[in-house]
């Protein structure tokens, strides 16, 4: 069983950056970042393999967001900048076990493990 703990959601205005960390009992072969909006179904954010050096992401972030992760650390990062109000939602952080390439990381089904959430708030 994995455990993950999101962490650094808060409270922010429009145009501004957060960071988000995730911190597991360990890291799987994909780990991936969801939101959830209210009253909307969970969407995918981005995605990043075991060795960092591939990532895949949302539209909607493209450009915007970076997933990073230190396996050392046990720790995946979502930076988000440029941030928008219809960004706001609450934070799932994922990790997918299976020797499977980052495209099934886009699936929210593929994943095994899930943290509890962290709420991101962005005011326009």
């Known amino acids: 069983q994995v455990q993950l703990v999101e962490s650094g959601g808060g409270w922010v205005q429009a145009g501004h950056s957060l960071r988000l960390s995730c911190t597991g009992s360990?890291?799987?072969?994909?780990m991936g970042w969801f939101r959830q909006a209210p009253g909307k179904e969970r969407e995918f954010v981005g995605a990043?393999?075991?060795?960092?050096?591939?990532?895949v992401y949302a539209d909607s972030v493209k450009g915007r967001f970076t997933i990073s992760r230190d396996n050392a650390k046990n720790t995946v990062y979502l930076q988000m900048n440029s941030l928008k109000p219809e960004d706001t939602g609450v934070y799932y952080c994922?990790?997918?076990?299976?020797?499977?390439?980052?495209?099934?990381?886009?699936?929210?089904?593929?994943?095994?493990?899930w943290g509890q959430g962290t709420q991101v708030t962005v005011s326009s």
């Open positions: 994922a990790a997918l076990r299976g020797l499977v390439g980052l495209c099934y990381g886009v699936k929210a089904e593929a994943y095994d493990y």
């Open positions: 360990e890291l799987t072969n994909i």
């Open positions: 990043i393999n075991w060795s960092g050096e591939s990532t």
